[in-house]
C-alpha cells in the first residue's frame, strides 16, 4: 500500500485499524461513567423538539449562540456534562418571536418551528424565597405570572413560553425554570 | 532577476499573514457563525469533518445535502491542495505568530526536527487515527460532543462568548499553541483532523493548480529546504501536506525554488530524490 507517495507496511495498516478499534470501545466505559453523574440539564433555545435529536445534529459550530439579540445563548461548559460541551445554552433571556438562531443554523438542528408552539420549559416561583417586588409580574412579555386569592405570585404554565426572563431579573433568585423536552 | 522573484515570495507570504488576519476579522465581527458551520446569503457551507462526523451520527438526514454544504471546501482543496491551511486557518496564523514572536525572543531561527516525521506521511498515522477514533465515538453514543476537538475553528467563537468562564476550549488552544511553539505547525501535520481530511482529499488530484518548481541549474541539493518546512514535508515531493507557506522559498540559499500556479510539476531525477533528506542529530 502506497501512502503519500511512500511504501506503508500492511502489518502498520493492520495495527492502526485495530488501534483505533479497541480505542473505539472507550466511549462505552465512557458513557457508563458518566450516567451515574447528575449534571445540569441545559434549557435549549426555540426549535429543539428532542433533546437526543438535536444533540447528533449539532455541530457545534456556534453560530446560534453569534447571532442571539439579547446575548442570552452560551456555549455550555462542563457543568452540563461531556454531551453538551459546546452546545448553545439558554442562560440569558429569549425574545420568543425573534427566531434568529433557527434561522442561522447551516444544518437545521433548530428546526422551524410557529410562535406559538415553543415552549423551552416550565418555570416555579419559590414562595419561601419570593418577596413580593412585582418584578415578574410586571414585566412577563407573556402575563404568565398571576396572583392568587391571597395575594402570593404563581406562574399559569399553561401560558408560560420559558423565556427565561423572570429568572434573569428575579433579585432573590427565587424562579426555577425547568427545561422541557 | 534573482532579487525580483524572491521580492515575489515575500509577497505571497504577507497575503497569507493579511488573508488569514481578514477571516479572523471577518469570523469574530461580521460573518453569524464560525468557520466551521455558517450561513451565507441563505446557503450554508460547514468543514469536512464536520460534514462526515455528521453524515454518521445522523444517518436520516441527506447525505447528498451535507455533501452539497462541504463542496466549497472540498472542491477548492482538490484544485489547489491545503490552501486551507495555509492561508483561511485561523489556527495556523496563532500558531505562525506564536512561533515568529519565538524566534524574535531567541534571536533564531530553529528548524523543524526531521526526527518527528516517520517518512514524512506522520500526518496519516495520527491523525488519522484520531479522526477515526472521534467517528467511532459519534457511532456509538449518537451525539457529535468530540466535536470541539475536530475543529479548533469554532473555539474562538466559543471562548469569546463564554469569557469570564474558563472553558475547555480555551485550554485546547492554548495546548495547541504551547505544543506549535516547540515544534512549528505539529497540529497542523500530526493531529489535526481537518489536516488530515485535507490531505487525503489533496492525493486524489496529483496535478494541482498550484506546485513548485525547482531550477536544477541553480539547486545545490543542500536540503535546507526540508529541514526548514514546518510541516515536515520537501517541496521535491509535490507533497499533498504541503500547506504553501513558502517556507521553503524564502529560505533556499539559491533561489531555486519557486511556485508555479498552473502547470505540469516538475518531474525530479530519482537520485536527486534520495539525496534531499540530510541527517542531523
Not at chain 1, 438562531?101 to 444544518?107: E, G, H, K, T
Not at chain 1, 416550565?122 to 413580593?132: H, V
Request: proline fraction near 6%.
Amino acid at each position: 500500500m502506497i501512502i503519500n507517495g511512500e511504501k506503508v507496511n500492511r502489518r502498520t495498516v493492520l495495527k492502526l485499524l485495530g488501534g483505533s478499534a479497541l480505542i473505539a470501545i472507550l466511549p462505552i466505559a465512557l458513557s457508563d461513567i458518566t450516567k451515574g453523574r447528575c449534571y445540569k440539564k441545559p434549557l435549549r433555545p426555540p426549535g429543539v423538539l428532542n433533546d437526543d435529536e438535536f444533540l447528533s445534529n449539532c455541530i457545534r459550530c456556534g453560530a446560534c449562540i453569534k447571532v442571539c439579540p439579547t446575548n442570552g445563548l452560551r456555549p455550555a461548559t462542563m457543568e452540563y456534562g461531556i454531551k453538551n460541551l459546546g452546545t448553545p445554552v439558554l442562560e440569558g433571556y429569549c425574545k420568543i418571536y425573534c427566531l434568529a438562531c433557527i434561522d442561522y443554523c447551516p444544518v437545521e438542528a433548530l428546526k422551524k418551528v410557529e410562535v406559538e408552539e415553543i415552549k423551552l420549559g416550565n418555570a416555579y416561583i419559590d414562595q419561601l424565597k419570593c418577596i413580593l417586588c412585582m418584578r415578574c409580574y410586571n414585566e412577563c412579555p407573556f402575563k404568565a405570572v398571576k396572583k392568587d386569592e391571597k395575594g402570593y405570585l404563581f406562574i399559569d404554565n399553561e401560558i408560560c413560553k420559558g423565556c427565561n426572563l423572570c429568572r434573569v431579573i428575579c433579585p432573590v433568585d427565587a424562579i426555577t425554570i425547568e427545561p422541557c423536552d | 532577476m534573482v532579487n525580483k522573484r524572491r521580492r515575489k515570495d515575500k509577497k505571497l507570504r504577507y497575503l497569507s499573514y493579511v488573508s488569514r488576519f481578514i477571516v479572523l476579522f471577518l469570523f469574530v465581527f461580521l460573518i453569524n457563525g464560525s468557520l466551521s458551520g455558517f450561513k451565507l446569503g441563505g446557503f450554508s457551507i460547514i468543514t469536512p469533518p464536520e460534514g462526515f462526523m455528521y453524515i454518521v451520527s445522523n444517518p436520516e438526514y441527506s447525505i447528498f445535502k451535507i455533501i452539497l454544504y462541504m463542496a466549497p471546501w472540498i472542491i477548492g482543496t482538490i484544485l489547489l491542495g491545503r490552501v486551507f491551511c495555509g492561508y483561511i486557518c485561523p489556527v495556523g496564523l496563532i500558531i505562525d505568530i506564536g512561533v515568529s514572536i519565538r524566534d524574535r525572543i531567541t534571536g533564531r531561527k530553529l528548524i523543524s526536527r526531521r526526527k518527528l516525521t516517520i517518512n514524512g506521511n506522520y500526518i496519516i498515522y495520527v491523525g488519522g487515527i484520531i479522526f477515526l477514533i472521534i467517528i467511532s465515538m459519534n457511532v456509538f453514543l449518537h451525539s457529535q460532543f468530540l466535536n470541539w476537538t475536530v475543529s479548533p475553528f469554532a473555539d474562538f467563537i466559543k471562548v469569546l462568548y463564554s469569557f469570564p468562564y474558563l472553558s475547555i476550549e480555551l485550554i485546547f488552544l492554548i495546548l495547541i499553541l504551547a505544543l506549535s511553539i516547540i515544534y512549528p505547525r505539529l497540529w497542523c501535520r500530526a493531529f489535526c483532523p481537518a489536516g488530515f481530511v485535507f490531505t487525503i482529499l489533496s492525493i486524489l488530484n496529483k496535478k494541482k493548480l498550484l506546485s513548485f518548481v525547482i531550477d536544477e541549474k541553480l539547486c545545490t541539493e543542500c536540503g535546507i529546504c526540508g529541514l526548514v518546512c514546518p510541516v515536515g514535508v520537501c517541496p521535491l515531493d509535490q507533497s499533498p501536506a504541503c500547506v504553501y507557506c513558502l517556507e521553503c522559498c524564502d529560505r533556499c540559499p539559491v533561489n531555486a525554488i519557486k511556485l508555479k500556479f498552473i502547470g505540469p510539476s516538475e518531474i525530479v531525477t530519482s537520485e536527486k530524490k534520495a539525496r534531499k533528506i540530510p541527517v542531523i542529530e
